[in-house]
C-alpha cells in the first residue's frame, strides 16, 4: 500500500485543496490529511471543525483519512509509518517555500528517508488561498466559487454568529 500524508491548516479547505486531493488519491492508497493545529496563528475554524468539515467532503471515499496533529510533521509521519509528502504548488513563491520545508524535513526525518511529492494545482485555482477566502468572507463577498458548500454554509453561519 501506498500511503501519502497532505498536511495544512485548511482554514478552510478550498477547492484548491481537494483538487490536489483528488489528483494524490490517483496515485497513493491512502491519503491522510494532517490538519495542523497551529498556535501561532488565531485560526477561522477550531482545528475540530476543520476536521470535521473535511470528513464531510470526503465521506464517500475510503481512501481519504481526516486526522488533526499538533508538532512536527516528521514525528506525525514517524508515528503513522508514512514518508511520503504532498505538497500543492501554486506559483514560482510557493515552490521557494515549499522546496525548504522538504529539505528540512528531509533532514529531521533523516532515518525515515521523508520525501515530498509536489503536485501542481489546476490553473483554475492558481490564484487561491485559504487567506483570501477568509478575507473576501469577512468583506461579505461571495466566496462559494472557491470552497465547498459545506464550507461556505459554516463560514457564513460563523461571521453571522460574530
Do not use: C, W
Not at 112 to 136: C, G, P
Not at 144 to 150: A, K, L, S
Amino acid at each position: 500500500m501506498k500511503s501519502a500524508i497532505y498536511p495544512g491548516s485548511f482554514d478552510p479547505i478550498t477547492l484548491g485543496h481537494i483538487d490536489i486531493i483528488e489528483r494524490a488519491s490517483r496515485v497513493f492508497d491512502t491519503i491522510y490529511i494532517a490538519v495542523i493545529q497551529n498556535k501561532a496563528k488565531s485560526p477561522f475554524f477550531k482545528i475540530e471543525e476543520r476536521i470535521t468539515l473535511i470528513r464531510e467532503i470526503f465521506k464517500d471515499n475510503p481512501k481519504i483519512k481526516v486526522e488533526g496533529f499538533d508538532g512536527l510533521l516528521v514525528d506525525y509521519a514517524n508515528a503513522k509509518k508514512v514518508y511520503t509528502i504532498i505538497r500543492g504548488l501554486r506559483a514560482l513563491t510557493d515552490f521557494e517555500f515549499e522546496f525548504q520545508m522538504a529539505l528540512i524535513n528531509r533532514k529531521l526525518g533523516i532515518e525515515t528517508n521523508i520525501d515530498t511529492v509536489f503536485l501542481m494545482t489546476d490553473e483554475k485555482y492558481s490564484y487561491l488561498s485559504s487567506s483570501a477566502v477568509r478575507e473576501i468572507a469577512k468583506l461579505k463577498g461571495n466566496i462559494r466559487e472557491f470552497v465547498p458548500h459545506n464550507v461556505a454554509d459554516a463560514i457564513e453561519k460563523k461571521l453571522k454568529l460574530s
